[in-house]
């Protein structure tokens, strides 16, 4: 990558040049409050022409899926199909409003009915919900769907839910705001659930268990089923996390193996880009004990038209209207070009080039579990004497590669968590296996080149304590 820094747009500035030429004033001028005019700011003085280059060179120094490989664990930075784009920006989806009522959005609604029963049959689930904004909105949603059902039972005392040590992070934080205690529950030798453990924290307090599976160990937990046993005999019901189907898409139902209400991210495995705050979707499925009990209002079907309608013991709405609707337009192209076959190629290519990769990257790292991975793998960077997995991920953008998901799990030290995804190549794949077979390499003769990284950046290594404590959010000139 060529990315000398070039001369900042404020550092051009000259007294008097201006962007824009305003026609005169032909209205009463009205002076603006002092209390808005911000005279210490100092902002720049420039012509339109060095803004907009200014802009355009910041817009090439971002790394993007369209021009890089872009390999965060858990996060599922794939490319998408520009067809999806093209369908999500139709005129007639973007240009529906949430106020004009059934009867003039019978396309809209019948989209997210026939997206609503596509999902359900991919996870096997018998009624579903497009209202969660996202992954994390999802699984409010299904912790507060499993406290209303245990509420409604009169059963006030279910107040526990028990997670796995593997799980995504938000899943703790989530319960927190649901009113919910959290116990913790520890990974056995192989990375999977310990079963006694489980056993030995299920009690009539326990309301469900919120398991990721495949976890952030990128493993899939073969005790799911015994699993879902043992919470449901103790009273409790299963949460899945779907943030990472996209490793079992058309290959396994959740819902087949005791999971009683699951999310899944429609930013992540169904084709909107995923990153930089939004927009998403956090679809929810529901086995029939907890459909009634689903966020609404839902997509349903009656005579042969569609109209919205809150299910029967609705947890009620988490947000207003569907403002994400262009994520639920690329979902449902993203499914009806894949199908069934589809589908099952797509997770099946994510867990192939995922442990295509974990066999050359192991050879020069560590993996914490070294057995066969799902869509992601977790390798460790302690590779030489005072070489932390920091140093590895910011000499990668050296090499013009975005760094993987660094020190997450926290249940693994100096954690690499590595993604490819199923839509790169071998060519890349290999290109990136050769690279950190490089670092290794450096960091034990030339350690210096990594604690420096990145050399070739507009920005160095920042000092991340101090931008913490002393952040500089304006110019001031």
Request: charged share 20%; proline share 7%.
């Amino acid at each position: 990558m060529n990315l000398k820094p070039e001369p900042l747009a404020f550092e051009l500035s000259s007294p008097g040049r201006v962007g824009v030429a305003l026609p005169a004033c032909d209205v009463p001028a009205t002076p603006l409050p002092k209390a808005m005019l911000r005279a210490e700011l100092k902002l720049p003085e420039l012509d339109e022409l060095t803004v907009v280059r200014h802009f355009t060179l910041l817009s090439q120094k971002n790394f993007s899926i369209d021009s890089q490989y872009y390999p965060l664990g858990s996060c599922t930075m794939k490319y998408n199909p520009k067809v999806n784009e093209q369908a999500a920006a139709q005129p007639g989806w973007r240009g529906t409003h949430p106020l004009v009522g059934d009867a003039y959005s019978q396309g809209a609604i019948e989209l997210m009915y026939r997206l609503q029963r596509s999902l359900e049959k991919i996870g096997g689930f018998v009624a579903s919900s497009l209202q969660p904004a996202a992954g994390a909105h999802g699984e409010l949603a299904g912790v507060f769907m499993i406290r209303a059902y245990h509420v409604s039972r009169g059963d006030l005392k279910r107040t526990t839910m028990l997670i796995p040590d593997s799980a995504h992070g938000t899943n703790p934080a989530t319960c927190t705001m649901a009113g919910m205690n959290v116990v913790t529950i520890p990974s056995n030798a192989e990375g999977g659930v310990d079963l006694d453990q489980l056993k030995a924290h299920c009690n009539d307090t326990v309301a469900g268990i919120m398991i990721t599976n495949p976890s952030t160990l990128g493993l899939f937990e073969r005790n799911m089923e015994k699993i879902a046993g043992i919470v449901h005999d103790c009273g409790g019901l299963v949460y899945g996390d779907g943030a990472n189907m996209n490793a079992i898409a058309g290959i396994v139902r959740p819902a087949d193996l005791g999971v009683d209400v699951m999310h899944y991210n429609l930013h992540k495995t169904f084709s909107t880009p995923h990153g930089g705050g939004g927009p998403g979707v956090g679809f929810v499925g529901a086995a029939p004990i907890l459909a009634p009990f689903l966020p609404g209002p839902v997509a349903v079907e009656k005579g042969g038209s569609y109209a919205m309608a809150m299910p029967e013991k609705s947890i009620g709405r988490l947000k207003s209207f569907y403002g994400n609707f262009g994520v639920l337009v690329r979902a449902y192209t993203y499914v009806l070009m894949l199908g069934e076959e589809g589908m099952r190629r797509m997770s099946e290519s994510a867990v192939l080039n995922a442990n295509y990769l974990k066999v050359l990257v192991e050879k020069h790292y560590k993996v914490k579990f070294p057995r066969r991975c799902m869509h992601e793998f977790v390798a460790m960077g302690d590779v030489a004497e005072g070489i932390h997995t920091l140093d590895i991920a910011k000499r990668l953008i050296d090499y013009g590669f975005h760094p993987p998901t660094i020190y997450f799990p926290l249940i693994v030290p100096e954690a690499i968590m590595i993604e490819p995804t199923e839509t790169e190549s071998k060519e890349t794949l290999d290109a990136f296996a050769a690279v950190m077979a490089k670092i290794a390499e450096e960091a034990k003769t030339h350690p210096e080149l990594l604690h420096d990284a990145p050399h070739d950046t507009p920005v160095g290594r920042l000092d991340e304590v101090a931008a913490a404590r002393c952040p500089v959010l304006c110019y001031r000139g």
